[in-house]
Structures are given as C-alpha cells and as structure tokens.
C-alpha cells in the first residue's frame, strides 16, 4: 500500500511537505525527526486517509453533514454547543473500523519494541490538516492525551482525537476562516511520552514586539501543560540569536506543578519552597534549548514555536513539537511600501497614545465588520465601544472621527500601548471619509497626523518604538505615595506586572466580557450557563492576580452602559433603551436591581472563586458610578450575603466619580475602606461637560479648581475616617502637573497607564523630596486656601 492510502506512517517517513497526508504537527515532528538533528521523541502518525476511511465506513460523513445542516448560526453559542456535542457523541460511540484498529495497534506493539518496553506511555497528539500553517493557525483547537498506555486505549483515544475535530472552538474557527468542515481531516501523532522534571516553550521571534535578533524560552517545573495553559508564570530566559549569549533571566515563583504519577495520571503538587523561585534552567540548559531552536528556525526558514522537555531520568533536553509562528511570520515579512520622504497629510487629530506606526487602513463604518479586521491593520472608525477590544488588541495603531482624550479609544490604546489618534473630525476632515480601506498610511500619534503611504523617518525601527516597556533602565525610586497601574486586557498582566508598580488600582472587568464571554450575563442565565460567566470571569482574574502576587489588585465590578450591553449576545431582550446611557442604568443601580441582581451574584461568585479557590487573597473590589449611600449600604448587605465581606485582608472600594460620593464622602465611609477617584467622569459631571462630545471637548479639563476642591475635599474628609483615597481616571497619566497637587493634597496613591508608571514613580519622588525639604524648614502647603470650599 503506497504513502496516499496508508492507516500509519512513522516520522522518519515523514516530511513538513506530507500536511494533507498527516496534518501540521505530524508533520512536523516527522520533519524534525527525519531532516534535522534535534531530539524529538519517536512515534508514528496516523494518517488523514485513515480519518476519511474511518468516517466513511462508519457512515459518519454522511451523518455529520446532515447534523451540520442544524448549525445555521455559529455566532449563537447555544446552538454551536448542542450541535458540536452530538456530532463528538456520534462520533466517539462509533466503532472504529477492524483493518484501522489493526493498523494502530500493531503501530503502537513496534514502538514499544524499539523502545524496549511492552506497554510504553505515549502522547496522542491531534494533527488536523489545516493546523500550525503560517497564515491559519489551528493549534490548540483540538485534543491531546498525555500518558496513554495499551493498544485498545491508544485506539480509543485516537478516536476521541476524531471527535475533537468538532470541538465547538474548533468548528467555530473554521467557520470564521472559510475552511469546509468535511475538508479538513485528522491525524493522531502517537509520540513516547516524555516524563518531565522541568519543561516549557520557546520561539524564535519575540512575540511582544516583534525582534527577531533573539529567542525566549521559558519554563516551570513538571509537564509543560502548565506553561502552556498559564497556570504559573515561567521563568523567562532570552538568548542572543547569533552567538547564544544569554542576555537576561527571569526567575518567577512556581508554586505548583504538574507532574505523572506511576500508574499514568496527571496530579498537581506543591513546588518545595527552596525550587519555587529556582531557575529550571542552567546557562548550558539554556543555551542548548537557543542552539536547537536556531536550527529548527534556519531549517523551516520561518519563525517558530515550540516545546521542549527535559527527562526527570536522563536529563535529556527533547523537543516535543514546533510550528511556525503566526503572527510576526505575517508581519515581518509582509511588503512594504516604498518609502517616501514626502510628508502628505491626510488628517489630523488628537494625540491620544503617543508613537509611529506604518500600516495598511482598515476602514470599519459598521460594527458588523469587526471581525474582518486582521492582525496588524490600522483600524479607522468613527469611535470605539467597549465591544471592539478583541480588534483593537490585533491594531498596529488607531485612528478615529470622533472622541477627545478619555474617550474609550484613547484609552484602550494607551493600555495596549498602540499608537492612536481620535478627534480627526474636529481638527480636520473625518478620516473615515478621507482614508481609503487598505491605504498604506504613517501615524505619527505622537503628534497628532495621519499621513500618506510610508514615511521613511517616521518608521524606521529607532522611530517607531511605540510605547515604554516593562523592562526599566535604571532603578526606580520607592515612593510614600503608593503608584498603581490601570489594566483591562488579562494577557498583558504578565508583560505589564514587570514594571515597577505597587500593584494594581484599576482592572476593568469589561475586557473580559468583550474579549472572552461575548454573552449578555442575563442571557447566559436564562440559556443554563451562568458557569461561563463565573469562569471565565475568575479565569481572566487570576491571570492578574498571579502576575501581580502579592501586590494588590483591584477590580472594578461591570460599568457597561445599557447600549453597550445591548452588543453582548442577547442583550436586546434585556436592555432599556436609554437616550442619556452614561447616565443611565449603569454601575451600581444596577447590581441590586430585581431584574440584574442574579448576574451581579455571578461577578461576586467569581471574585470568591478567585480568592478562596486559587488562593490569591491579594484581590480586592470596586464599585462604580453609587449615586446613592442606601445603594452602597445594599451593595455591601447583598456582597455579604454572597460570601464576600469587608475585612483585614479584602477591601471595598468606592469609585469616587459622582458630585455626591464627594459631598457625602462622611456618610459613605461607613460602608468603604476607601475611595479611588474617576477623574474622567468627576469631571464631566462636576462641569456638566459630556466628555465624549468633541464639540465641548475644550471645555474638558480636570484641572479646572471646581475638580481640584473636589478632590481635595474628598481626601480630607477620607481621612478624617482612616479611608484610603487613590485616583485612577486619566489625568496623572496626562498632566505631570496634576499628579504634584495630588501629592501635595495627601492622596494615598494614584492609578496610572501602564507606559506611565516609571515616570510617575520619579515625579512622586521629586515632589515628596520638595514636600519634605518644605516641611523642614516650616515653609508648609501654600495652596490650601486656593482649595478650599
């Protein structure tokens, strides 16, 4: 029987070429084991042709595509689960054909022959043929079994491999990238397991920035499941491509590890204490994993990722897998545009998030179009809504009609540390209206302009550094004034906790909403999924509170307005329609509302999963936009009831960003341990000026004495109590000058973007520096009158 209609090939007759044959990770590892001379553990594949064989004589193919017929919106999760579900059903209860069976088993009886061992433990690992391309990748979307030992369990397995094929994220997937469901085959690369005292991943481009003058590898003690699931932050190596010096490593604590038992399971156990902050990598170690990444990049000539393990018996490094890398695979090496010394304007702006950027435009008029938008675009638009993260995160920059320097825009960008500009309408021409979708333009956020084509000096590597990274130059100085970090996005905790922050002051549950749930909370309780709501949300959470363990995170409960709502998965039938929603139904009316109450339960539910469950006590809450002290009072009672009390160890926090959390600042300390100020809306609301109207956008200034006494009240009433008093709106992110009066008026800390941080910390610095040397020679506050109300 040729290679085109065989059940089985082992990887030494396998190439990178053989995709349609046994799928990307099949082939790949019989690449690296047939063409390269890095380690990778031996196995067979099964082969596509056995999967078709398989659905063909079980009549399956026939069955599956009459059940797809009932998948008539893959946007509707429920319909997606009941669907995907009884297709994996049908296909795990089918008997897998004798002559395939054979053809597994005998695979498997000959692997354990070379190795010596009757019955070995092997991985099965799914290979679907349209997985680990460079510009579709599949990985992770469907199974794989670790420790898997006989040939009946080996088949079964295999066959559990087939059903995952129709995972719901895996259909949902294909869907969205146009592939024929019935086209894409699977394959099971049956491997020999490598028993792990220490593994990880590594790629040969920085995923961060894009550098491919280095590598990064990291690791954690145990199977590499960990890493790769995020379960504990790896330590962090990076490694000189050219020559393998070692630049720079990272040691995190790794409390816990996956590791085998004897008999084949999986168990989780502590880390001891002297090894939970040990590198898991020698220098040689480290340099030996660099040396085979660089070999397996220069044989693929592309990016790569992969994983890597080291035998708790022999010590032996093994590379378990490698695929390319998708993203800066893309961009890297995407063409450019000739570039041009000429400075064409095509709009201007505000300068929301500073840096260059070069891209291609991708004009969006309709949210209906977000998820056209590709990786690496500049996404043009008319405003953002807290809907269009998941677009935002795959921007190279942003660019804007409306909005001024609060608006949701600016501010994501900011965290994401992407270029942006807003406002074009009100300083010039609407750029949706003067840039055309795919245009290849230059911003140059740092002031404020949109050009034509590529500029030569605005975006060469030097130029174009976009925003400040974690990594500081020299030491930052302590501060009496604690400085927090804003943050949204869970997958930046781990890049972001680096910096120099004392923690945590503003984590905006919505991210987490638009970028992972998509459903209204309400929705998924009627539908019987409120465990979505709950995991997902403790999920995202944790990421943060292990990156920042054990400086404190504070988590601002849901603040979407009713429109925004409204864009969640079936949130029409919930939502009011509201002509003021920045003033409507927002924050905390709505958590002890009748018809709200029960998916409020489910956000608290989450914060006790994530202290009392995983553990980090460091996590503490927030409440937005409290008009009133009685909802503040029933906000608590119900907190309370639900498990999660004010105490030593977890703080309640009231946003303070309405005219009465300040004039009644003495009433509501007795329900909050303190307060943290939204200066965006505290200003809109204290000057009545609509902060996302760019026709009033002048008049916008929280620097105006009406917000200066404001706040200035607020902290001295707060510590007339023992409250605590931080600030996490825009304005010391903004102004150097603001953040002195905040100083000098004894606020406790400040909130600030991520780019911000190191800055802040070195002002503070120098004005409790000037505050003290005043002190001492009896020069005291001069401004105290100027503040007064």
Known sequence: MDREQAFVLWFDEVHRQDVALVG???????????????????????????????????????????????????????????????????????????????????????????????????????????????????????????????????????????????????????????????????????????????????????????????ITIEGAWGLGEYVVQGTVTPDNFKVNKENLTILSKMANTKPVQLVRLPGGDCEERPVPEAAQKALVLTDAQVKELANYAKMIEAHYGCYMDMEWGIDERTNKIWILQARPETVWSKKNKEKAAPATTERCVLVKGLPASPGQAYGKAHVISDPAQIAEFKDGEVLVTTMTAPDWVPAMKKAKAIVTDAGGMTCHASIVSRELGIPCIVGTKSRSREATAVIQNGQDITIDATNGIVYQGRVADLVTPAAAATTATPATAEPVPITGTKVYMNLGNPDLAAKYGMLPCDGIGLMREEFIWTTFIHEHPLYLLETGHPERVTDQLAEGIRKVCQALAPRPVTLRFSDFKSSEYRNLTGGDAYEPQENSALLGWRGASRYYHPQYKEAFKLEVQAVRKVREEYGFKNLNVMIPFCRCVSEMEHITALMAAEGLRRGPDFKVWLMAEIPANIILADQFNAFVDGYSIGSNDLTMLVLGCDRDNETVASLFDERNLAVKRAIRHLITVAHKDGKTVSICGQAPSVYPEFTEFLVKSGIDSVSVNPDAVAATKKRIAQIEQRLLLDSLTGRGRADTEEYTW
């Open 24 to 214: 990307g990770k099949s082939s790949s590892l019989g690449e690296l084991t047939s063409s390269t001379a890095v380690p990778v553990p031996y196995g067979f594949a099964t082969t596509a042709y056995g999967y078709r064989y398989f659905m063909k004589k079980t009549g399956l193919d026939g069955q599956i595509k009459q059940m797809l017929q009932d998948l008539t919106d893959v946007e509707d999760p429920v319909q997606l689960q009941r669907v995907t579900a009884a297709i994996r059903k049908a296909v795990c209860e089918a008997t897998m054909p004798e002559e395939l069976a054979a053809a597994i088993r005998d695979a498997y009886l000959a692997l354990g022959k070379k190795a010596g061992i009757a019955d070995p433990f092997v991985a099965v690992r799914s290979s679907a043929t349209a997985e680990d391309l460079p510009d579709a990748s599949f990985a992770g979307q469907q199974d794989t079994y670790l420790n898997v030992q006989g040939a009946d369990t080996v088949i079964q397995k295999v066959k559990e491999c087939y059903a995952s094929t129709f995972t719901d994220r895996a259909t949902y997937y294909r869907q969205k990238k146009g592939f024929d469901h019935l086209e894409v085959a699977l394959s099971a690369a049956v491997q020999m397991m490598v028993f792990s005292k220490a593994a990880g991943v590594m790629f040969t481009v920085d995923l961060v920035t894009g550098d491919d003058s280095t």
